[in-house]
Nanobody, 127 residues
Framework: VQLQASGGGLVQAGGSLRLSCATS????????MGWFRQAPGKEREFVAA????????YYADSVKGRFTISRDNAKSMVYLEMNSLKPEDTAVYYC?????????????????????WGQGTLVTVSS
């Protein structure tokens, strides 16, 4: 499966952005989808994930209450709505797909859980 993230840009603190990730190649609803981010000089970290139907979502504590992950299986798209952005949210954001048949918080937040990665989209939050 191929993943294409988009929607990044420059935004002031307190602002909002919506990231999108388009997928192609296989049945989208078979995948757990996740978003990760990587700030300069830091390791890639988990942001959010959503299970096959969208019935369960998972968030890093740092974004809980500010970010919302969603998916549209008919369009093979996953989204990350980001509100109340902070300068520390500045990073390259990556979408990822997992073929796993099991989704728990402990699993979806690990990079090794995912089988496919898209290229990143840069989000810059100015203070």
């Amino acid at each position: 499966v191929q993943l294409q993230a988009s929607g990044g840009g420059l935004v002031q603190a307190g602002g909002s952005l919506r990231l999108s990730c388009a997928t192609s190649g296989r049945t989208f609803s078979n995948y757990v989808m996740g978003w990760f981010r990587q700030a300069p000089g830091k390791e890639r970290e988990f942001v959010a994930a959503i299970d096959w139907s969208g019935g369960n979502t998972y968030y890093a504590d740092s974004v809980k209450g500010r970010f919302t992950i969603s998916r549209d299986n008919a369009k093979s798209m996953v989204y990350l709505e980001m509100n109340s952005l902070k300068p520390e949210d500045t990073a390259v954001y990556y979408c990822a797909a997992s073929m796993s048949k099991s989704a728990t918080m402990n699993r979806v937040r690990t990079k090794g859980y995912y089988d496919y990665w898209g290229q990143g989209t840069l989000v810059t939050v100015s203070s």
